[in-house]
């Protein structure tokens, strides 16, 4: 059976989007299958162009049943579910349908007070902290409103996923060459996911620069330093 996870929660904006294909695209630089299914009907589907995972459309419900049979027969995909902000019940039956429910929530007293009570409501759910400052001193304060306000979910809390403003590179309908530090950034994502999963990390494929290279459409080493370069 096919692995699945739920990138979810209350709170809009939080990185949900963005996450779930950070996800889809680490599993592929590791050689696995993935699918980024899309529940979100205020969004639109992306190309899989360029793409070492597939985005799925499962916007319409029977989509996303479909969806979850096809994983449910095919052990060696993973489905990562990207909800959609203010729709609770909706992430009840998302959740449901998960081995592994992720709460993406950014540096804000909002974000986090929201986390709290979906904490609460999937108890075995992770939080992720999303867009996290890269600043010393931003961090330390961030560090300190996890530490006074979700102190007793200490456990539950996942290694923080960076702000990284070249993330949004992976949402452009047709992915275009992703600069090494977008790449690392989901390799670390999939990886912490997988070990969550019980997965195997260390069998897996690390797949090069020059095999990315060819992964992508076979663009030349070349354009992907300059693509580094913008993003340096
Ligand atoms: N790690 C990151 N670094 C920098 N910007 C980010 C990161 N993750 C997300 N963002 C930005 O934050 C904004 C919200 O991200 P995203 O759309 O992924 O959130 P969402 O939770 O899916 O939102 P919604 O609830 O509307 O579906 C976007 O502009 C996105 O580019
Ligand atoms: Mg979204």
């Known amino acids: 059976m096919g692995q699945v996870i739920s990138v979810i929660g209350n709170k809009g904006g939080t990185g949900k989007t963005t996450l779930s294909h950070m996800l889809g695209h680490g599993f592929g630089l ?29 916007r319409e419900p ?62 075995n759910a992770y939080a992720l902290p999303s867009q996290w400052p890269t600043n010393r001193f931003a961090e330390a304060s961030a560090q300190r409103s996890v530490n006074g306000m979700l102190g007793r979910y200490r456990s539950r809390i996942l290694a923080p996923v960076y702000a990284l403003s070249c993330s949004k590179l992976l949402l452009q309908d047709e992915l275009p060459i992703l600069p090494t530090q977008l790449h690392n950034a989901c390799r670390e994502m999939a990886m912490q996911v997988m070990e969550l999963l019980g997965m195997e990390v260390g069998d897996s ?23 580094e370069l913008a993003y340096a």
């Open 62 to 123: 029977q989509d996303l049943e479909r969806c979850a049979a096809k994983l449910a027969s095919a052990p060696d995909w993973v489905g990562i579910i990207d909800g959609g902000g203010n729709r609770p019940e909706m992430d009840e039956q998302l959740a449901a349908m998960a081995d592994l429910v992720i709460l993406p929530f950014r540096d804000s007293h909002e974000d986090i007070r929201t986390l709290m009570r979906d904490l609460e409501r999937f108890p």
């Open 205 to 227: 494929a690390w797949i090069g620069r020059d095999e990315l290279a060819q992964a992508q459409a076979g663009v030349p080493a070349a354009l992907i330093q300059r693509a």
């Open 30 to 58: 590791f050689n696995r299958r993935a699918v980024a299914i899309l529940t979100d009907t205020y969004r639109d589907k992306l190309s899989k162009f360029n793409r070492t995972y597939l985005p799925y459309d499962a």
